[in-house]
T-cell receptor
Framework: GENVEQHPSTLSVQEGDSAVIKCTYS??????FPWYKQELGKGPQLIID?????GEKKDQRIAVTLNKTAKHFSLHITETQPEDSAVYFC???????????FGKGTSLLVTP | DADVTQTPRNRITKTGKRIMLECSQT?????MYWYRQDPGLGLRLIYY???????NKGEISDGYSVSRQAQAKFSLSLESAIPNQTALYFC??????????????FGDGTRLSIL
């Protein structure tokens, strides 16, 4: 089955700096890659996703890049703010598949 | 996501008890999922359902069962709870599409503790 590795497990940045979280996947058939943000006491919330026919996608301060050859994808958050502090999960799935295979999460702390 | 409601939000119970966690959604989605979250392990799929008559096992279904009572309702049962089932449980929904994955939307979870 699909194996998704996520790094780093914890990340601390100063407000205004950029944060980058990286994930690798094992199944070359995977073609859907969402990113979720989970705040304390809440469920994961989709923040951005990318499909394999696209190399990069942006939404305001958040961007995701995908390298299909290397089988890795990354989340980039620019101009970080304290409210960006949360646990972020990457996931991978293949076409019309049922399962999202999640990474183990990155705890991001943005300090003022 | 208020459109996906899980009850109860917290539950403490004893080993051997039968537990039911409930999930209801107002998003009109056909697909529903149950995940388990453990510290440091991410989320793992327990069961999923593509419609009322379709139930499938996920990665970690042993010790669990589900029931899809209606399009909007999907419940998870632990027939005889054991301490290593202590975890955070999430329900999720997604729209259906024949050839592409659709985003999954999560409820706020049920924190289950088994003593």
């Amino acid at each position: 089955g699909e194996n998704v590795e996520q790094h780093p497990s914890t990340l601390s940045v100063q407000e205004g700096d950029s944060a980058v979280i990286k994930c690798t996947y094992s199944d070359s058939a995977s073609n859907y890659f969402p990113w979720y943000k989970q705040e304390l006491g809440k469920g994961p919330q989709l923040i951005i996703d990318i499909r394999s026919n696209v190399g990069e996608k942006k939404d305001q301060r958040i961007a995701v890049t995908l390298n299909k050859t290397a089988k890795h994808f990354s989340l980039h958050i620019t101009e970080t703010q304290p409210e960006d502090s949360a646990v972020y999960f990457c996931a991978a799935s293949f076409n019309s598949g049922y399962a999202l295979n999640f990474g183990k999460g990155t705890s991001l702390l943005v300090t003022p | 996501d208020a459109d996906v409601t899980q009850t109860p939000r917290n539950r403490i119970t004893k080993t051997g008890k039968r537990i039911m966690l409930e999930c209801s959604q107002t998003k009109g989605h056909d697909r529903m999922y149950w995940y388990r979250q453990d510290p440091g392990l991410g989320l793992r799929l327990i069961y999923y359902s593509f419609d009322v008559k379709d139930i499938n096992k996920g990665e970690i279904s042993d010790g669990y069962s589900v029931s899809r009572q209606a399009q909007a309702k999907f419940s998870l049962s632990l027939e005889s709870a054991i301490p290593n089932q202590t975890a955070l449980y999430f329900c999720a929904t997604s729209d259906s599409a024949e050839y592409s994955n659709q985003p999954q939307h999560f409820g706020d979870g049920t924190r289950l503790s088994i003593l």
